[in-house]
């Protein structure tokens, strides 16, 4: 969605000096008027004594002649005098209210505005598409598939609005285009992308207090369940594949459990104020109790896929390791540059496979990476792994933002977007790099921003 600049003086401007014009005329001639009936009414046959009786004696003209010039000059001289009184007033009233020469039309914002602009409207559309689509769970509980229909739609249609917006933002970020009117017309591009996906959402779905705090309830037992499960489980992985890991298995049940503690307050909360009648306070409490158990939900199921996905890598590690060595020889036979550090790179891999417990992921990603030069590096059990790593990276960096959001910025989002569609294009190497980025990106955004209980964002305010 794009808008276009229209130059010159604006439409509304003309018609307020018409109507000044206007007012002008008709204050003149109604002074004028004014001015002019003591005149008229010594003029008017009508109402005039009766001339005197003629006589003989013949009266001089040259004075009645002067008489009638004087009172012909009343009414144009009138007219001018109050005219200049009104229009003096007039600009004495202009200067007054805006000194200076005031612009016809407001200013361009500057580069650095319309750059906030634009980063502002990513994180609000990002956070509406989020949003509704955390919020389908527990509407689809409370209605049929048809009723649902336009509004997986309406999302489906969002998400590619968006999913463009974040492209053109990370073409801007990365100098393209290079003209500035070209520059800025990509921001507005942007900005109007956003403001589409925020229209074809803005449709909530409604539902009885009652039926969907109950809903929300029975979500929030579940939940519960699953997450002491989770939580049962972190000690293992610890073993198993060392201390990165289960400090990161750790801190996804810590979090999802404080989730869960405030999605508690938050339905006791609306359950009174339901009790009470008040409605409207007790839909607010449910969409933050909504919220927070969505939060907790991906904590608790990124946790289970990342369980898989590090079981897989722990199998596919010494597989991918001789693939890579076996690449390395290949290079070298056909005289094929090897990339520096490469050797190195497997060497510690190797070791590690011997010394204890490792992260079979990061292992994965750091053969993958030592090798994404050399054309033997997407075949076979190389290009598994690096598409294990590139799924992996990019659900943690997702899971991340998704439980964040309310401090995480346009930067690391963006790099999330992109590397979705470095995934998509086949490019797992660059997907995994990019989805690191953006992991990086969005922990210091949490740093910057702390993490308080108002991280948790509802799903819906209205």
């Known amino acids: 969605m794009t ?47 009766p001339p005197p009786t003629r006589t003989t004696h013949a009266a001089p003209s040259a004075p009645r002649d002067d008489e009638s010039s004087a009172v012909d000059l009343i009414l144009p001289v009138a007219v001018l005098g109050t005219a200049g009184v009104l229009a003096a007033y007039s600009y004495v009233r202009r200067t007054r209210r805006s000194p200076g020469v005031v612009s016809p039309a407001p200013a361009a ?20 598409v989020r949003a509704s ?40 970020e990365e100098g393209e285009p290079r003209d500035p009117g070209d520059r800025r017309q990509a ?47 972190a000690s293992p992985l610890h073993e198993r594949y060392g201390p990165s890991v289960g400090a990161r298995m750790t801190g996804r049940v810590e979090v999802a459990m404080d989730r869960l503690v405030f999605a508690t307050s938050r339905l006791n909360a609306a359950r009174r104020a339901a009790d009470l009648g008040e409605d409207e306070r007790a839909v607010r409490q449910l969409r933050r109790a909504e919220g927070a158990i969505a939060q907790a939900g991906v904590l608790v199921a990124g946790m289970d896929d990342q369980t898989r996905r590090l079981r897989e890598a722990y199998a596919l590690v010494p597989t991918a390791l001789t693939g890579a060595e076996a690449v390395l020889a290949a290079a070298r036979a ?67 933002i998704a439980v964040h959001r309310a401090a995480v910025g346009a930067d690391a989002r963006s790099l999330l977007a992109a590397a979705v569609r470095a995934l998509g294009a086949a490019h797992p190497v660059e997907a995994a790099a990019l989805a690191r980025r953006a992991l990086e990106s969005a922990e210091r955004d949490v740093r910057a921003h702390g993490v308080p209980q108002s991280d948790v964002v509802p799903l819906r305010t209205d």
């Open 3 to 49: 808008s276009s600049l229209v130059r010159g003086r604006p439409r509304h401007a003309t018609a307020h000096i018409r109507v000044r014009v206007a007012h002008a005329l008709v204050g003149a001639v109604a002074g004028a008027g004014w001015l002019a009936i003591p005149v008229l009414a010594a003029q008017d046959p009508a109402t005039a004594t």
């Open 109 to 128: 914002p500057t580069p650095a505005e319309s750059d906030h602009q634009a980063r502002a409207a990513l994180v609000q559309a990002d956070d509406s």
């Open 133 to 172: 689509e955390e919020e389908l769970p527990f509407a689809a509980a409370l209605t049929d598939e048809r009723t649902l229909a336009p509004f997986r739609l309406a999302i489906r249609t969002a998400r590619r609005e968006l999913a463009a917006a974040f492209a053109l933002w990370h073409r801007y």
């Open 187 to 233: 921001l507005v591009g942007i900005i109007g992308r956003c403001a589409e996906a925020g229209r074809v959402l803005d449709r909530p779905l409604r539902a009885e207090v009652g039926p969907a705090l109950e809903v929300a309830e029975g979500a929030f037992r579940r939940l519960a369940a699953r997450a002491a499960g989770a939580r049962a489980t």
């Open 334 to 400: 056909t005289g094929t540059p090897v990339p520096s550090g490469a050797d190195d790179t497997l060497a510690a891999v190797r070791a590690e496979l011997t010394a204890g417990p490792y992260d079979p992921l990061a292992a994965l990603r750091r053969i993958t990476r030592a090798l994404v030069r050399l054309p033997g590096a997407r075949r076979g059990v190389l290009d598994t792994a690096a598409d294990l790593v590139a799924r992996a990276d990019a659900a943690e960096a997702e899971d991340f």
